[in-house]
């Protein structure tokens, strides 16, 4: 393009230009530099600053970068689960006309208006070993003994929920679902609002039952929305940080935490970066794979 081409671009298309250039520095600043600086480190020695491939070495040696590793793909796994299940069977259920509709709505999206830090308590006092969950499961076991379907000789003993292990990974599943589960109602919405009426129309007219016009109308049309939302939440679910840092802290690490305690409580910013740019690649391949073997180019027509 030459010199009077990208004037005359420039010219027709200045208010476009204007408004998307604070947009691009603050991306080019703020994301893309931020990104490769921590890709250059990652490569780094610590000491000497010549290029190696020592940090990566150190992480795969170590157990708990291990255990952050594995809990980040669970957590992402059942998490994803979770939030699209509970998201579809809300905006399925939005989609209908009822009673009290406008009500419902606003208590779905409230968890929207809470910070993840103040969710991330909120739901302390639900998971603590005296928290309401142990409390309902407690009283549930004493009706139980009551009607004689336990022993008069069991006794419940409160559940650690924040002491690991899977029970762990599900509360900050759970948590995430909580926080989320609004966007994922709306975007999920969106996609049901975009379906023409008049394919339903056909589908009753075919005699499809319910299940039917939902498994080979409602999904195959409600796809470009699926993959949106999938991916949006699984780069974000992949990066949690908040929840697993006020749930679990170390007993259950994640890679975000992870690379956080590597930078602020050992110093060491060449392997926080490495823990970094690992994470990073499991976000693209998780996305490319996406792409390539579920959703095949058609949720993006």
């Known amino acids: 393009m030459g010199a009077s081409a990208s004037m005359k671009f420039i010219k027709k298309y200045k208010l476009e230009i204007l408004f998307i250039t604070p947009l691009t520095l603050y991306i080019f600043y703020f994301t893309l530099i931020p990104i490769l600086q921590t890709i ?7 000491f000497t600053g010549g290029i190696t491939l020592e940090n990566y ?5 170590k157990q708990h970068f291990k255990q952050a590793f594995g809990n980040t793909i669970l957590i992402t796994s059942l998490g994803l689960t979770m939030q699209m299940t509970a998201g579809l069977i809300l905006a399925l259920m939005l989609k209908r006309n009822f009673k009290g509709k406008g009500i419902f709505r606003s208590i779905i999206l409230t968890p929207m208006g809470v910070p993840t830090l103040v969710s991330g308590v909120a739901l302390l006092y639900i998971f603590d070993t005296q928290g309401y969950m142990n409390e309902i499961i407690y009283r549930v076991t004493e009706g139980l003994k009551y009607t004689g379907l336990l022993q008069e000789t069991y006794r419940f003993i409160p559940i650690n929920w924040g002491g690991g292990g ?7 599943a759970f948590g995430d679902m909580w926080k989320v589960t609004p966007i994922v109602t709306l975007l999920l ?15 009753e007219i075919d005699g499809a039952s319910k299940w039917q016009t939902f498994r080979y109308v409602t999904l195959p049309l409600l796809k470009p929305a ?9 780069v974000d679910v992949f990066r ?20 956080f305690e590597e930078y602020r409580m ?10 970094s740019t690992i994470l990073l690649v499991i976000i693209f391949v998780f996305v ?7 959703d095949k180019g058609e949720g993006l027509t």
């Open 226 to 234: 699926i993959t949106m939302t999938i991916i949006l939440r699984a």
């Open 57 to 61: 070495q150190y992480l795969w040696g």
């Open 166 to 172: 899977l029970k762990t990974i599900f509360i900050i």
């Open 189 to 203: 919405l969106a996609g049901l609002e975009s379906i023409p009426p008049n394919v339903y129309e056909a589908s």
């Open 288 to 294: 490319l794979l996406y792409l390539k073997f579920v």
């Open 266 to 275: 050992y110093n060491n910013p060449n392997v926080s970066g490495a823990a």
């Open 40 to 46: 250059q480190i990652s490569f780094l020695d610590r």
């Open 240 to 259: 949690i940080f908040e929840l697993p840092m006020i749930l679990a802290g170390k007993v259950t690490p994640v890679l975000a935490t992870y690379a």
